[in-house]
């Protein structure tokens, strides 16, 4: 993801009644739901939401599929969790000290001193199943 594609998507969500559709398709998952349904839910006029759904589709955050007469709107997760990544790629760069509620994936860079008297998270988990299995 890049940045022009973040501050898209951004945009699209900084609003109260986007930001509600899009949980509102996040909590329905790859199913999906119908405008007629979503309307209900969130209480709003047909040609507003339909608004709604067109900045989030062009932001890219949601897909659109036709089922027989049925049009079923649903969360892009890919486009999402790529949103996420994007927000947090650079998590603790700058500090050398990740921190794990930030990015839990990030290997963060140790002096020598510290990585001899401090494992990382992952290798004491190593060394702790060679123990149990030996």
């Known amino acids: 993801m890049d940045s022009s594609t973040t501050i898209r998507a951004l945009a699209a969500l900084a609003q109260d009644t986007r930001l509600a559709l899009f949980r509102l398709l996040v909590e329905q998952g790859p199913a999906g739901l119908t405008p007629g349904h979503i309307a209900d839910v969130l209480d709003v006029p047909p040609a507003t939401l339909s608004f709604h759904l067109k900045e989030l589709a062009n932001a890219g955050l949601i897909r659109a599929r036709q089922e027989s007469r049925f049009i079923y709107y649903s969360a892009d997760f890919a ?19 990740c921190e794990p509620a930030c990015a839990p994936d990030c290997v963060p860079q140790q002096s020598a001193r510290r990585a001899a008297t401090r494992p990382t998270a992952r290798a004491a988990r190593a060394i702790h199943a060679k123990r149990r299995a030996a």
């Open 79 to 97: 486009a999402m969790n790529g949103l996420v990544a994007y927000l947090t790629k650079n998590c603790c760069r700058a500090s050398g000290v």
